[in-house]
């Protein structure tokens, strides 16, 4: 059981627009900055957005992070076929004094 | 061009120790805390451990607390992960990554490729 919530799976078309839900309480996501990463497995994970919403040089613009409250979104615009592969969320939580990892979800463009 | 490589897996029995290392460059290594994450066959991403820039700062995840000692030599730009009384449950593949800052934040925008450690008898 992970500490950050995410749905196993999510699916989009090819141009649709797709969001990943990511769930934590007060202790992680409601007090610290959240990190997605995009990862096929057996390859090194890739990071997509940092603190909330900003992305790393050479990310495209499709993909965007928000954070409400304890709950943050990655949402990935414009869907395209290399977008197929796991995400994940991940936040320092302070009352364990580590990082968190969601459980990841897998995002199959039909 | 930063680059971390791993090495140092294998295939162990259970109970006994491994050690992982991740060479580093293209970068000052000294300038940033460093990460390990693995991910066991079929599972998400977890976060091992992580180290600040000067060792000052240390965390493990509950799950290798005790068992796994995670270490540095800037000098050297190299990351280690020592890890004993190997479980079937640590197998998986093991990446280092550079984190953002100088202090334990996140795994950033820079992984190696991952090194894998069967444990098995």
């Known amino acids: 059981q992970s500490v950050l919530t995410q749905p196993p799976s999510a699916s989009g078309t090819p141009g649709q627009r797709v969001t990943i839900s990511c769930s934590g309480s007060n202790s992680n996501i409601g007090s610290t900055t959240v990190t997605w990463y995009q990862h096929l497995p057996g390859t090194a994970p890739k990071l997509l957005v940092y603190?909330?919403?900003q992305r790393p040089s050479g990310v495209p613009d499709r993909f965007s992070g928000s954070k409400s409250g304890t709950s943050a979104s990655l949402a990935i615009s414009g869907l395209q076929s290399e977008d197929e592969a796991d995400y994940y969320c991940a936040a320092w939580d302070d009352s364990l004094t580590h990082v968190v990892f969601g459980g990841g979800t897998k995002l199959t463009v039909l | 061009e930063v680059q971390l490589v791993e090495s140092g897996g294998g295939l162990v029995q259970p109970g006994r120790s491994l050690r992982l290392s991740c060479a580093a460059s293209g970068f000052n290594l000294v300038d940033y805390a460093m990460h390990w994450v693995r991910q066991a066959p079929g599972k998400g991403l977890e976060w091992v451990s992580g180290i600040s820039w000067n060792s000052h700062t240390i965390s493990y995840a509950d799950s290798v607390k005790g068992r796994f000692t995670i270490s540095r030599d800037n000098a050297k730009n190299s990351l280690y992960l020592q890890m004993n009384s190997l479980r079937a449950e640590d197998t998986g593949f093991y990446y280092c990554?550079?984190?953002?800052?100088?202090?334990?934040?996140?795994?950033?925008?820079?992984w190696g490729q991952g090194t894998l450690v069967t444990v098995s008898s």
């Open positions: 990554a550079k984190d953002t800052y100088a202090g334990i934040g996140l795994p950033g925008d820079s």
């Open positions: 603190s909330n919403n």
